[in-house]
């Protein structure tokens, strides 16, 4: 019996009792959709969170008060007062720092914003003229802070699209609206062009001079900053302009040992790694969870093939007494378990496709789908076919042809 009437052969038995074929397909289809469908949202996940660290700015280093030590951040000397108005000045200007293109000093605390009867929370940020270049913000209506308001200590704000929602439901164009930061009032000169909600978005925020964000609303007397945003010249020399930063802070905090350090640095690519660490061991962890399903669809193959050794114990018998070998039995047999569990696998991954791209869409993440998931349907489903279906065969092969005759 060559392969293709082994095939003809199976396919015909399997479709004998339809409704426990598609029962035993079905555990495959459910495990091989689940595994695919997870890798291809922890992928997606990783790809939004990339793409929200690079809207942040091209090339960005942050630098922040307190020592980063242990793997967490911790109070350096003087902790949120680490970082001063001047220190950002010395990056900008110093001839050591060659490598850096644009230095933003910047504020950021939370407080409470009103307009009207309407109140949120927000985090409002002291910044610069520099603070739209350096985070690649850009607005959609009416105009960005400029030097002359950080000058004069302007009680002027840039809002973002979702403060405008919470504050002015019923307003398309709030510039020129006032509002109130902390009890103090406030005129809106500009809306940013939404980023979408994520990591280090603006959508959320207030942005108003820097100077007036210390000195007016939150009562800072030393010019200290919440961060210093470095846009470095290229992605090439980031960690020069790391470097370069570190060394002249460590000499302007008087500070020999960089392990003593009372700032921390962090990169794009420190940031996205640590992301991307977390979202792909959730996505394995979650991913592993998914493929147990696998398993119980492999012990329900074979289940349903040990049943059909058993239904067809006489055929086999005739069979074998007329002269089938055992490597014929069993090579039926495991052709059925590997149809089951093909077909199952294919199904899977058309399912696990379709599940993806649904919830991408309802949760507005990339869509995203991995070769290596598809190759791995394919494979884990042939893989099951043949470690599940070896068993029933053999059973089948070993069978004595006068007993299996002989069997009710």
Do not use: C
């Not at 490597?327 to 058309?350: D, P, R």
Request: net charge neutral.
């Amino acid at each position: 019996m060559d392969f293709s009437e082994l095939v003809q052969e199976a396919i015909s038995t399997l479709t004998v009792n339809k409704l426990r074929t598609g029962l035993a397909v079905l555990g495959i289809i459910i495990g091989i959709g689940s595994v695919i469908a997870l890798i291809s949202l922890g992928q997606s996940s990783q790809a939004s969170v990339s793409n929200q660290i690079e809207s942040l700015g091209a090339n960005l280093l942050t630098v922040m008060p307190g020592s980063q030590r242990g793997g967490f951040v911790q109070g350096g000397q003087g902790s949120a007062t680490t970082l001063t108005l001047s220190d950002a000045n010395a990056v900008s200007t110093s001839p050591t720092v060659t490598d850096v293109n644009l230095v933003s000093p910047e504020y950021e605390k939370r407080a409470q914003i009103t307009a009207g009867g309407q109140n949120t929370n927000a985090s409002v940020i002291g910044a610069t003229p520099v603070y739209s270049a350096v985070h690649n913000v850009s607005v959609a209506m009416g105009v960005f802070i400029s030097q002359q308001d950080v000058n004069a200590d302007s009680r002027v704000a840039v809002i973002g699209p979702t403060v405008v929602t919470d504050l002015f439901p019923n307003v398309s164009n709030p510039v020129g609206q006032s509002i109130r930061i902390s009890g103090q009032a406030f005129k809106i000169i500009g809306v940013t062009v939404s980023k979408g909600g994520g990591l280090g978005s603006v959508d959320s925020a207030v942005i108003v001079p820097l100077s007036t964000a210390q000195e007016v609303l939150f009562g800072v007397t030393n010019f200290s900053l919440s961060s210093i945003s470095v846009q470095a010249k290229s992605s090439k020399v980031m960690t020069e302009a790391e470097n370069q930063i570190g060394y002249l802070l460590l000499n302007r905090h008087n500070i020999a040992d960089p392990s003593q350090a009372d700032f921390t640095i962090l990169s794009q690519s420190d940031i996205l790694g640590a992301v991307t660490q977390v979202t792909g061991t959730f996505t394995a962890l979650l991913s592993g969870i998914a493929a147990i399903s696998l398993l119980v669809g492999g012990i329900g193959i074979m289940n349903i093939m040990l049943v059909t050794v058993t239904e067809r114990t006489r055929e086999i018998g005739l069979r074998k007494a007329l002269g089938a070998k055992k490597k014929t039995i069993v090579s039926q047999f495991l052709v059925e378990a590997i149809i089951l569990t093909f077909t199952g696998g294919i199904a899977g991954m058309l399912f696990g496709v379709a599940v993806s791209l649904i919830i991408s869409k309802v949760i507005n993440l990339p869509f995203t789908i991995s070769p290596g998931s598809v190759i791995l349907a394919i494979a884990v489903s042939g893989a099951i076919g043949i470690l599940f279906g070896w068993y029933p065969a053999r059973k089948a092969a070993n069978l004595q042809p006068i007993e299996a005759l002989r069997y009710e």
